[in-house]
């Protein structure tokens, strides 16, 4: 099947905005880039390196990537991957833990090497959390960096689990990874897979806005109304770490959104 066009593009700040029918369509669209760079990659150097993303915006990203693997047009022998975040604590066996996601959504399903998915560990010593995030860090550097960044947006603009701060621009797009504490909204909007807020952990570990810059491209993927404020703060708003998906704006990076017309509803005054 051919990759489905947006209905609407424009660029902002150099970041392209596309805007498609529905999210399936967008999540084929980045399916389908995802897939281009693993080939392209993979037939120039050896390697692919995908920084991943969770949450439930990116699981019809994941299924149609099996597809392709499944019609033996896609192998993920060539891959490493890098998770964004992970709950802390939490084991991987915890069916909300990001882990257990990953393998079920794409990593069982696919032909990638056990040693070459890396999601942040919900199970390290507390005392070892900061050494943890900075070996991470070096693992991506190590494998060259990332080729391409995949994220979604959390409601109050955060990317991976970088949650709004009053820190300035120069420290906060120099933010490694790190263990942090989650934002209200974000415990909020995870009660209902823990059964309850109380049951969300307080705390994550997460990539930092710095190795996220790193990637070579990053896709980035929002839908429906919930996510309308983000998407305009994060666009015409002021570049700021108060809204995180802002801090992507700053010349880096190919960046590119993907949107549906609800989240995209708010660019329209621009
Ligand atoms: C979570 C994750 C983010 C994700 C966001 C949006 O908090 N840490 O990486 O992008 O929420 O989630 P959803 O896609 O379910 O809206």
Known sequence: MPAPKPSRSFSIDGASVLVFDDKIDA???AADRIAAVIRDRVSASGKAVL???TGSTPVPVYDRLVEEHRAGRLSFAGVSTFNLDEYYPISPLDPQSYRFYMDRHLFSRVDLAPNRSHVPDGTVPEAALEAYGRAYDGWIEGEGGLDLQLLGLGRNGH???????????DRALALPTRPVKLHPTTIADAAKDFGGEEHVPRRALTMGIAPIRSAREILVLAFGPNKAGAVSGSLLGEVSARVPGSLLRPAGPRVTWMLDPEAAAGLDRR
């Open 27 to 29: 999540c084929s669209a």
């Open 51 to 53: 920084g991943l993303a």
């Open 159 to 169: 990317i991976g689990f970088n949650e709004p701060t009053e820190l300035d621009l």
